[in-house]
T-cell receptor
Framework: DQQVKQNSPSLSVQEGRISILNCDYTNSMFDYFLWYKKYPAEGPTFLISISSIKDKNEDGRFTVFLNKSAKHLSLHIVPSQPGDSAVYFCAATHGSGNTGKLIFGQGTTLQVKP | KAGVTQTPRYLIKTRGQQVTLSCSPISGHRSVSWYQQTPGQGLQFLFEYFSETQRNKGNFPGRFSGRQFSNSRSEMNVSTLELGDSALYLC????????????FGPGTRLTVT
């Protein structure tokens, strides 16, 4: 069963516009969510995270929104830059002692066109 | 500070063989996790080791195993390889403070023929 889902395999946006990547989850026990970015031939790199006690977390051009009632989170990138073109994974975990166990979605490939 | 390193980077094996992949975490990191990435499945959690003990385990068959050494380096082993084991295997390490982010290595690309 896929507990974390990214239903859009790909997204294409114009440079300077907003990119919105979505993620849904089914396990109500998840209490910490993360976004990772992955370039080809590299491992994923951490972007931003959010705890379930918050509904928004912002870091520069990146903002993550969490809607617990809908079990939905989204990553907003404003403004989008060509260097943001990569695969984006959302991930979730819960409880203590589970920091090393992340449940990932399938990923969304973002293409930012100049 | 050196990042997470994984060896080898690429590997080609035949069905039925076994393979061992190695991961060296960032210095000072004690938690090491392994993930399998395949097209369409995203990253799937295999297992996590902390202080030489398996702390968490994903839903993979017993053919997948791992271990961690006293210096926190970790190995994973896959026995009786199947074509479906072809994937990118990623290792990640963290300090293991609560909610620490995981740092990933570049992965080992395993191809089973």
């Amino acid at each position: 069963d896929q507990q974390v889902k990214q239903n859009s395999p790909s997204l294409s946006v114009q440079e300077g516009r907003i990119s919105i990547l979505n993620c849904d989850y089914t396990n109500s026990m998840f209490d910490y969510f993360l976004w990772y970015k992955k370039y080809p031939a590299e491992g994923p790199t951490f972007l931003i995270s959010i705890s379930s006690i918050k509904d928004k977390n912002e870091d520069g051009r990146f903002t993550v929104f969490l809607n617990k009632s809908a079990k939905h989170l989204s990553l907003h990138i404003v403004p989008s830059q060509p260097g943001d073109s990569a695969v984006y994974f959302c991930a979730a975990t819960h409880g203590s002692g589970n920091t090393g166990k992340l449940i990932f979605g399938q990923g969304t490939t973002l293409q930012v066109k100049p | 500070k050196a990042g997470v390193t994984q060896t080898p980077r690429y590997l080609i094996k035949t069905r039925g063989q076994q393979v061992t992949l190695s991961c060296s975490p960032i210095s000072g990191h004690r938690s090491v996790s392994w993930y399998q990435q395949t097209p369409g499945q995203g990253l799937q959690f295999l297992f996590e080791y902390f202080s030489e003990t398996q702390r968490n385990k994903g839903n993979f068959p017993g053919r997948f195993s791992g271990r961690q050494f006293s210096n926190s380096r970790s190995e994973m082993n896959v026995s009786t390889l199947e074509l479906g084991d072809s994937a990118l295997y990623l290792c990640a390490s963290s300090l293991d403070r609560e909610r620490d982010e995981q740092y990933f290595g570049p992965g080992t690309r395993l191809t089973v023929t």
